[in-house]
DNA sequence: GAGTGGTCTAGACCACTAT
DNA sequence: TAGTGGTCTAGACCACTCT
């Protein structure tokens, strides 16, 4: 079989090759998980020369689309990263693992986007949302506080799911009930002093600095599905990054 | 000429060559700025594949090490980030530039190490080490306030330069006088409430949240030169980030 | 024009994983 | 044992930079 590239044809073959995979996968004809074909079988597919093909290959593993198994195959990576997002925050269990922290919604509703939220969503002020509050709970201490928004159009049927049922990991469900698959996300940081609501939450004091997150969480398209703003105690947040 | 690769046999071709220019720089054979030897150089050198020697030179610059440019070659970075490091808060003058706040040094004394210091800059408890308070200031604002401790040994000729000659960056003066060159660096963030000394330096509230960045800087070879806890406002504070 | 890195080919052989 | 990715070779041609 012959396939050609599309795209401009001025770009080096394996970035074109490149970008076809990532539509590939963008556009949900690969999901997460699933197994790329392999180098021999794009060789064949594309008509070009293994090294090609490889060096196309390479491009989306350092992208993080893609990883390799060495006699394996290569596959889409499963971006399932909910639990690792507040990796800022200390949530180790007293046996000193890494612990998923449990998820209490508190309140769910459907709610006309603010237009703060509109804009991050990139949807119409006024348009509905699904607007929920939940805390977040590590040994039954109370370690985030978040406020979240969904376009109601696409999540329409998470309203039907009883918050009962809705498990400690919220993007697993989005992707179960909705189809709505988080691939990315972009967050902000930066702290506050804690005002009466949040304190209550997380039982400090009034005042006591707080750190808080605010995040897009995007599919692999880069559509906006999910904003949400975080809070939790600055003497637990602990950030730690590498510079060259 | 034939020049024959160290370390372990077992690991791959571009792996070592890759290892083998790494120490160059690191032990200082190349310095930041130089130019590597040419593709060609380096397959005459080592005796290999010009493709192998690309792979290496790939992995120095994924790493960061290197940068190449087409038609001219490769090169040694400058790791020039003390304007870069302080990215996380707003250093804007009204126009909207970039600007490399001024540097003020408030205090310069040689001091026993407190144990906290000497364990981050791993040197004895007690050894000699130059202690300086310093602030950073904006637009005649101050925007962070600064204490760094650097191991006496290898700064001494730092302390007869008279202050007044030290610039707004202390890295290029490190490399300068001491020939110490600051390569990369840990940070750790946190967040606190400001105590009376803080919020007197940055002119805000005792209590105001602040946030506080750790430092510790390192040479090439990964020998701890310099280590700095810095805190500034938190309502200056913007820190983005992108998530896969 | 000489030298540099960037792309691409067409193979070979090896190491790992599945069955 | 068949299929996969990982390493390595030896070339070709192209695009860019410098002088």
């Keep these: 079989m012959q396939s050609n590239l599309h795209g401009d044809e001025r770009l080096p073959i394996y970035q ?28 064949g597919k594309y008509q070009m020369a293994a090294g090609t093909v490889r060096k196309a290959l390479d491009v989306l593993v350092t992208e993080g689309l893609l ?6 195959g290569t596959f ?23 612990a998923i922290p449990e998820g209490r919604i508190l309140r769910r509703e459907v709610e006309l986007a603010p237009s703060f939220v509109a804009r991050k969503l990139g949807i119409p002020e006024g348009s509905p949302t699904i607007s929920m509050s939940r ?35 919220l993007y697993p469900v989005y992707d179960a009930i909705c189809g709505q698959l988080v691939a990315k996300a972009d967050e902000a940081l930066t702290a506050e002093s804690s005002n009466r609501e949040t304190a209550r939450l997380l039982r400090i ?20 599905l ?19």
């Design 16 to 43: 074109r090759l490149a970008d076809a995979l990532r539509s590939d996968v963008t556009e949900g004809r690969l999901r997460p998980g699933d197994r790329v074909a392999s180098e021999n079988e794009l060789v």
């Design 67 to 72: 990883e390799r198994f060495h006699g394996r």
């Design 76 to 98: 889409v990576r499963s971006p399932s990263f909910d639990a690792s997002l507040y990796r800022f925050f200390r949530f180790r269990a007293a046996d000193g693992n890494e």
């Design 135 to 169: 805390l977040r709970v590590s040994e039954s201490t109370p370690v985030l506080a978040e406020e979240i928004w969904l376009p109601f159009g696409r999540f329409e049927k998470f309203m039907d799911l009883p918050i009962g049922d809705v498990g400690d990991l």
């Design 205 to 224: 004091e009034p005042g006591t600095p707080v750190m808080v997150i605010d995040r897009l969480a995007k599919d692999f398209g880069g559509v906006p």
């Design 226 to 244: 999910e904003w949400r703003r975080s809070r939790g105690r600055a003497d637990q947040f602990h950030y730690k990054t590498e510079i060259r």
